[in-house]
């Protein structure tokens, strides 16, 4: 069962911002969700801490000042805090998004990584924990659940702080350690202090991590896992993966020396450190060009060679057969040594190639013609990258293997497409929940008279039901507010009872009143045009009998002087805007009010011969 149907959270806005979509994972003492910030209209990472710890006050006050500490902090390899705050028991974090996966998922897949790829996962990771340390921040936990490797290839550190909050809170009161115990320095164990040198402590553990793919200590309790790390020594990388090269094991055993003194003084002499180890790596490839293959200071090689009888002195008739057989021999080490010599002096690595935003299929051609096997993994869903466009591959590009080694290509599926579900006569909350479910947004809600709908019942959905989209799409959701009466007044009597009687409502209920307004004209209604009504509700019109005394001022005032009348072209049942031009390019001025919402005039007022330049009401 897909547990992110069962959150609570999911489909709920945290503050009034940020729209959760779904959740990405779920640790010990926060869950990850997808969001929108619905106000800068981007995806963003939302870290939620359990209910347990967002109840806690000396938490949430340590949790609030890490955040603004960590948000301060600006580096390409550590994930940026936008945002953080409360939405009643929710405490959250906001953070870049980053599809991708961490580095412990790539450990689950992997196994052990080669040295040269080891360092190049760990060098940006020591630049982001340097650079913290120089902030003055200590990171506290770090391990390879917090380490990301994001789609492009990029190395991402996050949780920076989080442990320092969880430390000064009530949690701890129990006697539990802060931090994870296989990466968990000495000092940390036995004093529950922590400075810069326990981050890299643990940077060690991982670099000794992904050089054999196991843990240094294993145990049947944590706490027995603890007293190793107290007690013993972490052993030499090459003795699990004896192609480790000599300047990573001194690498390991600086960054874990059980005495916080020994080790380099913060990440970011470790990072020197690495580097170093790095370049001496891609020298010691280079040095490979001689004819004899060098190898790392302090690693002898002997060669061995057979022990060859010499022939006796005497003065005995010799046999030549041994003579050419030392011959053969030496030939044959001599090839021997040519050969080890041609073998050291190729390169044996490559960089897998930039194969993104290319054709799959170009692109498996370009592989293989560089040597490399290729495999043509599951696609992928993207809305932006068009199908069978390359998204990805497996070792990402430039990172550096051994030649023949596999590649494996991600291929863009396109933007998943749905279909937009049935919502009409849902309520307003189980009409969202559908959309929701069909992997839509609702963007906005409009509301609209319906004779048909009930009032806070859904009407239709624009797209409409069963039209194919992308996936997270918006949908305009209309919600009916009942029927409401049809405003006639300004029309002409005959035209309004005309109009009422095509919806079905009775046209005979008229008074008739002495008024100011021109005979015939509708006054006034009751209900009143907009008011919500029953579908056998009667419509009653009062309407104007016209003035006493005459309607025109000049028959009123001889003095005066009457304008010339026109006739009013009859522009009933014609487009309104086509009308309107009409009325308009014959000297009128015009109004246009709505009552239905179609495209055709259903009345106009008034209409026979009028002054030159009278204002003509046109309904629509």
């Not at 412990?104 to 040269?116: H, K, N, Q, S, Y």
């Not at 902030?135 to 506290?140: E, Q």
């Not at 770090?142 to 996050?158: C, I």
């Not at 799409?473 to 029309?491: E, F, K, N, Q, Y």
Request: proline share 7%; hydrophobic share 40%.
């Amino acid at each position: 069962m897909d547990t992110t149907l069962t959150d609570p959270l999911v489909g709920q806005t945290l503050d009034g911002r940020y729209r959760v979509e779904s959740r990405i994972a779920r640790g010990g003492m926060a869950s990850v969700y997808l969001a929108l910030d619905i106000r800068l209209d981007r995806m963003v990472a939302v870290k939620v801490m359990h209910r347990s710890l967002a109840e806690d006050p000396q938490f949430v006050r340590r949790f609030i000042g890490e955040a603004k500490s960590v948000a301060s902090l600006s580096h390409p390899n550590v994930v940026h805090v936008f945002d953080q705050g409360t939405d009643g028991d929710h405490v959250y974090l906001s953070m870049e998004y980053f599809p991708g996966k961490t580095l412990r998922d790539v450990l689950r897949e992997r196994g052990r990584i080669p040295a040269r790829e080891a360092l190049e996962i760990m060098i940006p990771v020591l630049a982001a924990l340097g650079a913290a340390h120089q902030a003055g921040l200590i990171h506290r936990d770090v391990k390879p659940e917090n380490v990301l490797l994001t789609e492009d290839g990029r190395v991402k550190v996050v949780d920076f702080g989080l442990a320092r909050a969880i430390e000064a809170s009530n949690q701890t009161k129990s006697g539990i350690m802060i931090g994870t115990i296989a990466y968990m320095s000495p000092e940390q164990v036995t004093a529950g202090v922590a400075d810069v040198r326990a981050d890299v402590y643990a940077a060690g553990i991982v670099l000794y991590e992904l050089l054999t793919g196991h843990q240094p200590y294993q145990g049947e309790s944590p706490m027995s896992v603890a007293y190793r790390h107290v007690h013993d020594s972490v052993p030499a990388p090459s003795a699990l993966a004896p192609e480790t090269p000599p300047a990573l094991d001194a690498l390991v055993r600086s960054a874990t020396a059980k005495d916080p003194a020994q080790r380099p003084n913060d990440a970011a002499a470790m990072l020197v450190a690495a580097v170093e180890a790095h370049r001496g790596l891609a020298a010691a490839r280079v040095s490979g060009q001689h004819s004899v293959p060098t190898f790392p200071p302090g690693v002898q090689h002997t060669t061995v060679q057979p022990s060859l009888d010499l022939p006796p002195a005497a003065p005995v008739k010799r046999n030549l057969r041994p003579v050419w057989f030392v011959a053969g021999l030496a030939l044959l080490m001599l090839a021997g040594i040519a050969f080890s010599g041609w073998y050291f002096s190729q390169e044996r690595y490559a960089k897998v190639p930039d194969l993104l935003k290319q054709n799959v299929k170009l692109a498996e051609q370009a592989a293989r013609k560089l040597g490399f096997q290729v495999k043509i993994g599951e696609p992928r869903f993207d809305g932006k990258v068009a199908k069978d466009i390359v998204l990805e591959t497996q070792p990402a590009e430039g990172v550096e293997v051994e030649k023949g080694s596999l590649v494996t290509i991600i291929a863009s599926a396109g933007p998943e497409m749905v279909v937009v579900p049935k919502v009409e006569n849902s309520s307003e909350a189980d009409a969202r929940l559908k959309i929701s479910e069909a992997g839509l947004t609702v963007s906005r809600v409009r509301k609209s008279a319906s004779d048909k709908i009930a009032r806070g019942l859904a009407i239709r959905s624009d797209p409409v039901v069963g039209k194919r989209v992308r996936k997270g799409s918006s949908v305009v959701l209309v919600i009916s507010v009942g029927l409401l009466a049809p405003d006639v007044t300004g029309m002409m009597r005959d035209q309004a009872q005309q109009f009422l009687q095509t919806k079905g409502y009775p046209g005979d209920c008229v008074n008739e009143v002495t008024d100011d307004a021109a005979p015939g004209t509708v006054i006034a209604q009751e209900p009143a045009g907009g008011a919500e009504m029953e579908p056998t509700t009667k419509i009653c019109m009062t309407v104007s009998k016209g003035p006493d005394t005459p309607f025109w001022p000049w028959e009123r005032d001889p003095s005066i002087a009457a304008p010339d009348f026109v006739n009013v072209p009859d522009v009933r049942f014609k487009d309104v805007n086509d009308a309107r031009r009409e009325l308009e390019s014959a000297g009128f001025e015009v109004k246009v009010r709505k009552v239905v919402g179609g495209r055709r005039v259903i009345s106009q007022n008034p209409v026979g011969a009028v002054p030159q330049g009278t204002r003509i009401t046109l309904w629509h």
